[in-house]
């Protein structure tokens, strides 16, 4: 079992920037690739970002390449997701997830095992 604690969202305007952060307990983090998703209200959960458990392979969505880093720590058991130049578009609930695997994290929420509460932000116009 792993869990996971999502923090760091909160409000901001456009073109501001905010880190979260997900941090993980349980099993060992490093055997977990990890990634972030979003849901806002009445559409689909949505990939975000993942990276996988090494930290050396990162991958994207298209609304977010070139704005967002996603990027862990194993040391510290936590998962990072810093966002640039955030737009109102980007207002949804954050989740991080976690993947009992080495290769490619997935971006299919049902690729993933474990997801923590979900962090809100909001970026206003």
């Known amino acids: 079992q792993v869990q996971l604690v999502e923090s760091g969202g909160g409000l901001v305007q456009a073109g501001d920037s905010l880190r979260l952060s997900c941090a993980a307990s349980g099993r060992t983090f490093s055997n977990y690739a990890m990634g972030w998703f979003r849901q806002a209200p009445g559409k689909e959960r949505e990939f975000v970002a993942g990276i996988r458990w090494s930290g050396t392979g990162t991958y994207y969505a298209e609304p977010v390449k070139g704005r967002f880093t996603i990027s862990r720590d194993n040391a510290k058991n936590t998962v990072y997701l810093q966002m640039n130049s955030l737009a109102p578009e980007d207002t949804a609930v954050y989740y991080c997830?976690?993947?009992?695997?080495?290769?490619?994290?997935?971006?299919?929420?049902?690729?993933?095992?474990?997801w923590g509460q979900g962090t809100q932000v909001t970026v206003s116009s």
């Open positions: 997830a976690a993947r009992l695997s080495y290769g490619f994290p997935g971006a299919k929420s049902e690729d993933y095992d474990y």
